[in-house]
């Protein structure tokens, strides 16, 4: 029946608008969007009624320990290894991605604990599609993680159905780390689902008050002999003068692209922002600091009106809504990028993080004299609800609940995150802080094998304590930080606020959410695409009707949303 409805949705609203199939947003749908990535913005929040019991059985039973020490007759109780050589082996479904095709600390948590990982691993941009249909089939993996869960699989594979099991005993019995974790202010009740229950491993790190923004080449700028934009106008003049003029100097002025973006987290609407009105990549935005459904606002089309013109006039990359990852990041380091949306300049630059600054420089915000301003991705710290859950399928859920309780004990953490204690890091003899080196120094080979993709999934769970520093000799630029300083005096007071959804709406909840969703995202690539027209007040007035067939009225109810901006 719920498969039947959103086809329903879906296939109304398309008839309205009588619009031809386009490709989604290939972003993950979490964000961390983080700021980049972990839960979605607007659907991460504190749980109602997180403290009572729970309706359903809990999957974990208390277990006696037998007189080797184990439980069930394969875990140790506490301590390391957790199993026996050979006795375990689990399989993690997850979106990621590593040059050297593995994980340094993986390795090592195997020699730790003795427990084998079956590590299933995809790009961002097929690795949604490929859950869903293992979760369909029934062959899935015993863990699944990354940037591909959201609070609406949460709701529907977890409260629903019981495919992903609730976790809250297994950490009492038998992770006291995570415990710890749950323990900090707020995050229990930010991981507790509607029904009481905790689906998933907690990741809980600091965070950056801006996610994703635009990085802007300067020596680009140099080249063209023109300043840093301040205003929208300003910037489509620098565009423009990117194309038209040898902006990278090689010799050839033909092969510069002057804008573009993650293919995993456009952001594109972000920049509605600059017209009064800061929005995030589900359509939601604030507007004197109040949340309101921004998708079919007068500010969000002047904004696809601008950018629907900068890509008729060829200063937004032609494939901006069709390539992959690794096609954006091949351009950027072939130098033909002049501007990119990315969460740091390196991930499509080419250019290595160093103690020096990089050619590339923080955008600022444009149109500020006129009310731009841009949306607070986090306060500074962020709670990640859907990194990873653990299946029906696994076996024995209690010895992987402690596999990543291991992983969370503060130098694994510190391998995860910087790199591994006695190559990258070292404790200072006496205290308990740890030095982290140049990784510079070391030889090549070290080098890539210590890469920060290369140490860990980073789309799964890990923890250091929040605000936790290393001594450095000679530390990196630390180009987060110069994006915070720009950009505070122009961002919201408040992030988009939100909180799990009633227990009783779970399921008409999902459905709605995947169906405007995705109905967003689709238009939003047909407008500044030019297949349809947005400046077209026929085709404009179709778009917004569109959203009545899906259902959008009962979708903010749901969410709690009074207000749809005009």
């Known amino acids: ?80 290894p957790i199993v026996d050589e050979g006795a375990y082996t689990f399989s993690i479904f997850c979106d990621d991605s590593s040059s050297t095709g593995e994980f340094y600390m993986l390795n090592e948590f195997e020699k730790q604990t003795n427990v084998k990982v079956d590590l299933q691993i995809f790009a961002n941009e097929n690795a949604t599609e490929k859950m869903n249909l293992a979760l369909n089939s029934g062959d899935y993996a015993d863990v699944i993680g990354g940037w591909i869960l959201d609070d609406s699989k949460i709701l529907t594979y977890g409260v629903e159905q019981g495919v992903f099991i609730p976790l809250e005993d297994i950490f009492a019995q038998y992770c006291p780390r995570i415990m710890e974790i749950l323990d900090l202010p707020g995050v229990r009740e930010k991981m507790t689902a509607p029904d009481g229950h905790i689906y998933t491993i907690p990741y809980v790190c600091g965070d950056t008050s801006v996610g994703y923004s635009p990085f802007i080449n300067g020596r680009w ?24 003029q040898d902006a990278n100097g090689n010799g050839d002025a033909t092969d510069e692209i002057p804008f573009s973006a993650d293919p995993n987290n456009k952001h594109l609407e972000a920049m509605t922002g600059y017209f009064g009105l800061p929005m995030d990549k589900t359509g939601f935005g604030l507007k004197d600091e109040q949340v309101v459904y921004a998708a079919m606002s007068s500010e969000y089309r002047q904004c696809l009106s601008w950018l629907s013109g900068m890509y008729a006039k060829g200063l937004i990359d ?14 950027g380091n072939k130098d033909m990028y002049g501007v990119s949306i990315a969460y740091g300049s390196s991930e499509f630059s080419g250019i290595p993080q160093s103690p020096e ?26 709670v990640y609800r859907t990194q990873a859950v653990i299946t029906d399928k696994a076996e024995h859920p209690e010895i992987i609940a402690r596999w990543f309780d291991n992983a969370f004990e503060l130098e694994n953490g510190i391998g995860c995150n910087r790199g591994p204690v006695g190559v990258v890091t070292f404790k200072e003899e006496g205290t308990d802080q740890y030095r982290a080196i140049d990784v510079n120094t070391l030889d090549a080979e070290t080098q890539e094998k210590v890469g920060w993709s290369n140490l860990w999934p980073q789309s799964l769970p890990k923890f250091l304590p929040i605000g936790y520093k290393f001594l450095e000799d000679n530390p990196n630029y630390d180009e987060k930080k110069a994006v915070e300083t720009t950009y505070e005096p122009n961002l919201t007071k408040e992030v ?19 169906a405007i969703r995705d109905y967003f995202s689709q238009n939003q690539a047909r407008f500044i ?22 259902g959008l009225d009962e979708y903010l109810r749901i969410k709690g949303v009074e207000t749809i901006a005009e």
């Open 1 to 80: 029946m719920k498969r039947k409805l959103v086809a329903v949705l879906l296939l109304a609203a398309m008839s309205v608008t009588s619009l031809a199939g386009c490709g989604s947003d290939g972003g993950s749908g979490n964000d961390a969007e983080s700021s980049r990535g972990g839960s979605e913005a607007d659907d991460a929040g504190d749980a109602d009624d997180a403290g009572d019991a729970a309706d359903g059985e809990s999957s974990a039973e208390a277990a006696e320990v037998d007189a080797d020490g184990k439980v069930n007759g394969i875990m140790y109780a506490e301590g390391l």
């Open 357 to 382: 600054k990089s050619e590339f420089d923080v955008m600022p915000v444009l149109n500020t004299d006129k009310g731009g301003i841009w949306l607070r991705d986090t306060p500074g710290n962020s």
């Open 318 to 331: 032609q494939e901006i809504f069709t390539q992959d990852s690794a096609t954006w990041e091949g351009k």
């Open 496 to 514: 988009i606020p939100s909180s799990w959804i009633n227990q009783d709406d779970v399921e008409m909840y999902s459905e709605y959410a995947s």
């Open 529 to 550: 695409s030019g297949e349809q027209d947005v400046n077209d007040d026929a085709v404009w007035e179709e778009y917004k009707a569109g959203f009545e067939g899906l």
């Open 221 to 244: 700028l140099e080249n063209v002999n023109m300043e840093m934009p301040t205003t929208t106008e300003e910037f489509e003049a620098v565009l423009t003068a990117f194309k038209e």
